[in-house]
């Protein structure tokens, strides 16, 4: 501390939203409510200058009901740049002050937020914007992601695919850029979100710190002068609403995921926006003070803001060197990057697969969404996939386990190994991006990261190097983004259906596309009785041939050997193509419904739900007394809470287990309602006498249709399916997507402004469009 005179902060008031990244722009349901400070109310914002000295506060802007944001003093110590919202307006954007108070210019404009900016040595910015024009997978806000541009707010290039938000980026001592990237690749939404790194122009993107620790949010971290480490704030579980949290020192050079890499400088009370000087002299904000961390424990107020403001971002204003610059391998003619895998079998978690079993690796894309109105995935899918993934096709894996392949670039690419029968053995639940020409290698499939392709298989080069990448070959004539009710739904009509339909109802099961409140009968109990496997919002890197297509029933019960129904080979590989992009139901994020469309539902389950409670009381309570056999009266929140609490806040665990053996799978409203046909409902069906046309599986509860109980039930369905019908939803004949879908269409020039949204769209059609848009052309930056 003794070279530093003046540190910089802001005031601003606390944003409302829990989330640590929801501080920008509006909500998805409502464009009038801002998730900025205050719900668009007056802020406090000032960006203030505290001399060490003499106890001086100078006020450098006021922005007089505006708000200021992420100030980064220049490598000069003369200059600060930092995101400022003026009152009256919506949008952050970057700006430049000097740091007398002077010279104050504004750098970008636009319809979009540009906040979290950091100088770069080459004399450009890096940035973190909603440019990329897209929503939260599991939230209603916007996402942000990388930018770069020119000194003066030019050639502004987008350098990250993410369709999460990646945060806080910042210079490390080597030039690359150290910053925190939140994705979910069929994995829990709410566990991962790490330090990683990259180059200025976006290329060489590798996890730096945590990518497999879960429930910590690792954030606003910066390098420690003279060090090889990090201090970052460890934001608790889902993090914390201002990015507060712990600070911790991070080094990766136990590996990437060893806890011991992480150190707590103190514990307690929340700290946020850490600024390590060294090791052992690190600044914060905490309330409306500046304090002092030693490393040892000991936090100390060395500043206190006199008004009622909140205090965020300490930084002393000192003059530092330039980091090297690291040269552009950026290629903007280039549409492709090239992608060089070593040895697939080369692996953290890869036990039982034999070398020679992997035969191709599946390419999949995550794609942006365009809109998003809740905290699940929706119906996206249950408790499943929060994000449609692109099948974009296979490219071949040598015997000695390389690959080398193009890519399409800046877009969100995983794998998938593939054995001799197309039958999923690995799955990776993390995403990669190429930027435009450039050349990426790997050791193999979550390796160990301290570990090169040579200590580990030495000899002659990779049998896939002594040919030209493979490209991509395509699945021809198949959907590349699969809808359950366009796609899958004929498939099992003509293969499942003739057994497993409410008339007939085989083992119990139904696989017609009749509706319940939310999801199709099929679609509820494949997922529900595990005839398919996907991610289930668990944890990461999970074992070989526990995902996709090899652990998913219902592939093989179309192989004649289940009382000989049999798939057709375009069937097979429509069903394949369905599970391996992660088994959705809806296949457009057009299905994604808003708060009108998710209160309609909840009200239809309970009209029927409600006229249910007294029936069962009165007569079915002998059996079905909501214990885990029984029949539960709300069976969403008995079986979810009941989780939550088994598993104690260990995100992913219960959700991954909630269908084994659960009583949802029996007695949830989306199977026991049939709201497309209300006479066919199971609950109407399993208590009324096989004499009855009913199922007797509960005896003979309704000895006819004409038992008043019975009629009650029945009206109260069909006053439930009414209910749905008076706004066609998802899967019904008449859907229209909501007004904001269409709205955000025209925010980003899909539609026309004129627009009728009650004019019908081939939505299908209109998403490809959208996600099109966001592809790099050539020549395009």
């Not at 036990?351 to 599946?362: D, F, S």
């Not at 969404?369 to 809740?374: G, H, Y």
């Not at 708060?595 to 389950?605: H, N």
């Not at 879908?741 to 899909?750: D, S, T, Y």
């Amino acid at each position: 501390m003794r070279e530093v005179e003046e540190i910089i902060y802001v005031t601003r008031a606390r944003y409302d939203d829990s989330h640590w990244y929801a501080n920008i722009g509006y909500y998805c349901d409502d464009e009038n409510k801002k998730a900025y400070a205050g719900n668009g109310a007056p802020d406090v914002g000032k960006l203030c200058k505290w001399s060490v000295r003499t106890g001086k506060v100078t006020v450098l802007l006021d922005a007089k009901g505006g708000s200021v944001r992420d100030p980064q003093v220049h490598y000069d110590g003369k200059k600060i740049l930092f995101s400022y919202r003026p009152a009256g307006t919506d949008y952050y954007h970057l700006y430049e002050i000097n740091t007398d108070g002077t010279g104050l210019r504004q750098i970008t404009s636009g319809p979009y937020d540009d906040y979290e900016a950091t100088y770069l040595p080459d004399g450009d910015i890096l940035f973190v914007s909603t440019r990329g024009k897209r929503w939260v997978n599991c939230w209603m806000t916007q996402v942000g992601i990388m930018f770069r541009c020119d000194a003066q707010g030019r050639n502004i290039i987008q350098v990250s695919a993410n369709t999460e938000h990646d945060n806080t980026p910042w210079v490390m001592p080597d030039g690359r850029i150290l910053y925190t990237r939140w994705e979910y690749v069929d994995r829990s939404q709410v566990e991962y979100h790490h330090l990683w790194v990259m180059n200025p122009d976006g290329t060489g993107a590798m996890v730096y710190y945590g990518n497999m620790r879960s429930w910590i949010v690792m954030i606003d971290a910066k390098p420690v002068p003279g060090s090889d480490k990090v201090v970052a704030c460890f934001s608790p579980g889902h993090g914390v609403n201002e990015h507060e949290g712990i600070a911790t020192l991070v080094t990766p050079k136990l590996g990437p995921d060893d806890p011991r890499g992480a150190v707590a400088l103190h514990k307690g009370k929340r700290v946020r926006d850490p600024f390590p000087l060294a090791e052992n002299c690190v600044l914060a904000a905490q309330d409306n003070k500046i304090v002092l961390m030693d490393g040892s424990g000991v936090v100390e107020t060395i500043f206190t803001h006199t008004a009622n403001e909140p205090l965020h971002e300490p930084r002393p204003i000192l003059a530092r060197p330039r980091e090297p610059v690291i040269p552009h391998r950026v290629q903007p003619a280039a549409t492709t990057g090239t992608m060089i895998l070593a040895d697939v079998y080369q692996s953290r978690n890869l036990p039982g697969v034999k070398r020679g079993e992997i035969k191709k690796l599946l390419l999949l894309e995550s794609l942006p969404k365009p809109v998003n109105f809740s905290g699940g995935p929706d119906l996206t899918s249950f408790l499943g996939t929060f994000t449609l993934e692109r099948v974009l096709g296979t490219v071949p894996v040598e015997e000695d386990g390389s690959a080398y392949f193009e890519m399409p670039a800046n877009r969100q690419i995983f794998f998938v190994a593939l054995d001799e029968h197309d039958l999923s053995v690995k799955r990776m639940q993390s995403f990669t991006s190429l930027m435009p020409g450039e050349t990426m290698s790997c050791a193999g499939c979550h390796e160990p990261r301290a570990q090169t392709p040579r200590e580990s298989k030495p000899g002659p080069a990779l049998q896939a190097l002594r040919r030209p990448p493979s490209k991509i070959k395509s699945f021809e004539g198949f959907p590349d983004v699969v809808d359950l009710h366009r796609d899958v739904q004929p498939v099992l009509d003509r293969a499942c259906v003739p057994c497993h339909n409410p008339a007939k109802a085989e083992g119990k099961i139904l696989l017609t596309g009749d509706l319940g409140p939310h999801f199709s009968h099929s679609y509820f109990t494949l997922i529900m009785h595990r005839l398919v496997a996907d991610g289930r919002n668990g944890l990461g890197n999970q074992p070989p041939r526990t995902i996709g297509s090899s652990a998913s029933r219902l592939l093989k019960l179309g192989d004649g050997t289940h009382y000989g129904a049999r798939y057709t080979e375009r069937e097979w590989r429509m069903i394949w193509l369905w599970i391996e992009s992660a088994a959705p139901y809806a296949g457009s994020y057009a299905g994604l419904r808003n708060e009108r469309s998710q209160q309609l539902a909840g009200q239809a389950a309970g009209i029927a739900l409600r006229a249910l409670a007294p029936i069962q009381h009165n007569r079915c309570g002998s059996c079905h007394n909501g214990k885990p056999e029984g029949l539960p009266i709300n069976p969403t929140h008995y079986d979810l809470d009941k989780r939550r609490a088994e598993y104690k806040g260990n995100a992913g665990q219960y959700e991954r287990l909630l269908t084994d053996n659960d009583p949802y799978a029996r007695y949830g409203p989306d199977i026991l309602l049939n709201l497309t046909r209300p006479e066919m409902s199971k609950v109407l069906l399993a208590p009324l006498a096989k004499s009855a046309g009913g199922y007797g599986w509960c005896g003979e509860v309704f000895a006819s249709r004409e038992d008043p109980d019975y009629r009650k039930l029945l009206a109260a369905i069909w006053e439930a399916k009414k209910l749905l019908e008076s706004e066609p939803r998802y899967g019904m004949p008449g859907f229209r997507p909501n007004r904001q879908f269409i709205r955000e269409m025209k925010r980003f020039g899909i539609l026309p402004q004129e627009h009728d949204p009650a004019q019908p769209v081939d939505y299908f059609a209109l998403e490809q469009q959208y996600w099109r848009s966001l592809w790099h052309y050539s020549g395009r930056p």
